[in-house]
């Protein structure tokens, strides 16, 4: 059985990086079966997907946050991060990673992350 745990920091400046890191047991990240996904949920929003890495290393980025956001890994680990720059109280949210069978939002049949919060705050 998969599981997924993200760790990172919980609190960011204003215009710094956040970096956060998802670390993968019960399945190998180079498994072309699934998208590796990143989501978050702002306070009093809905979801939104922010980006994918396929078994290959390929990703895809959302269009909104393509200008400062990556995604890489390190297969030696199982892991893969998200990088997110020039950061702003907006992206304070709910971070989750997921393995996901398609694109976009993961749905009730893939596995998720419990999830780590992240507040951008001076």
């Not at 956040?18 to 699934?34: A, K, M």
Request: aromatic share 10%; proline share 6%.
């Amino acid at each position: 059985q998969v599981q997924l745990q993200e760790s990172g920091p919980g609190l960011v400046k204003p215009a710094q990086t956040l970096s956060l890191t998802c670390t993968v047991s019960g399945d190998s990240i180079t498994t072309n079966l699934y998208y590796w996904s990143w989501i978050r949920r702002p306070p009093g929003k809905g979801l939104e997907w922010m980006g994918a890495m396929t078994g290959s290393g390929f990703t895809y980025i959302s269009p909104s946050l393509k200008s400062r956001t990556s995604i890489s890994r390190d297969t030696s680990k199982n892991q893969f991060t998200l990088q997110l720059n020039s950061v702003t109280p907006e992206d304070t949210a709910v971070y989750y990673c997921a393995r996901a069978e398609n694109l976009g939002i993961p749905g009730d049949r893939d596995s998720w992350g419990q999830g780590t919060q992240v507040t951008v705050s001076s």
